[in-house]
């Protein structure tokens, strides 16, 4: 079973920029697409970006497109969440995800969740 480590939050004023990273460990991590998910108070957890298993490919929410870049580095077993031009509404909490297989899906079934680290932006 993988295990998923994230780190890199904390308290940033808006227009700011933080970048998350997630290290995972427990299987072939370069086999694996990766993905981030938020949650803020009282809503949903939602996607947010995500990374086939190769890097050859990214996805992301349309209210991060242009602001936020996940990347991957195999050789140390992490995906990383580049957040530029930071907004109040981006404040959550931010959860590491493992998917099943190599390619992203919508489905979220199978996939491993990180224990998420708190992102909050101020204005």
């Not at 697409?33 to 996805?59: C, D, L, S």
């Not at 580049?82 to 909490?93: F, G, H, R």
């Amino acid at each position: 079973q993988v295990q998923l480590v994230e780190s890199g939050g904390g308290l940033v004023q808006a227009g700011g920029s933080l970048r998350l990273s997630c290290t995972a460990s427990g299987r072939t991590f370069s086999r694996y697409a990766m993905g981030w998910f938020r949650q803020a108070p009282g809503k949903e957890r939602e996607f947010v970006a995500a990374i086939r298993f190769n890097g050859a490919r990214t996805y992301y929410t349309d209210s991060v497109k242009g602001r936020f870049t996940i990347s991957r580095d195999n050789a140390k077993n992490t995906v990383y969440l580049q957040m530029n031009s930071l907004k109040p509404e981006d404040t959550a909490v931010y959860y590491c995800a493992a998917y099943p297989g190599p390619y992203y899906s919508d489905s979220t079934e199978g996939v491993v969740w990180g224990q998420g680290t708190q992102v909050t932006v101020s204005s």
